[in-house]
């Protein structure tokens, strides 16, 4: 956990409000903002979040709006089986 202090843009909080996100979609944002403070790519790792309260299903919904306009996703993780 950091300390201190996180901007939110208000173009993501009036945005957020527009498509009426949830508060999964808040939670990943603030996350991504406060982790991207000190870094040009963020892992969004599902047991960090399930730290804020947010379980697998509520990040896979959260990524949906935030890719909406705010975030790109490069996706990392075991290779898909070709066979």
Do not use: H
């Not at 996100?21 to 808040?26: Q, S, V």
């Not at 804020?52 to 306009?69: C, M, Y």
């Amino acid at each position: 956990m950091t300390y201190g202090f996180t901007k939110f843009p208000n173009t993501w909080r009036i945005s957020l409000a527009k498509v009426r996100a949830g508060g999964c979609a808040y939670r990943v944002a603030f996350y991504l903002l406060d982790q991207g403070r000190w870094r040009e790519r963020v892992t969004l790792s599902t047991v960090a979040l399930r730290k804020l309260g947010v379980n697998r299903d509520g990040k896979r919904s959260a990524l949906r709006q935030l890719l909406r306009g705010y975030i790109a996703i490069t996706a990392y993780g075991c290779p898909k089986n070709s066979d």
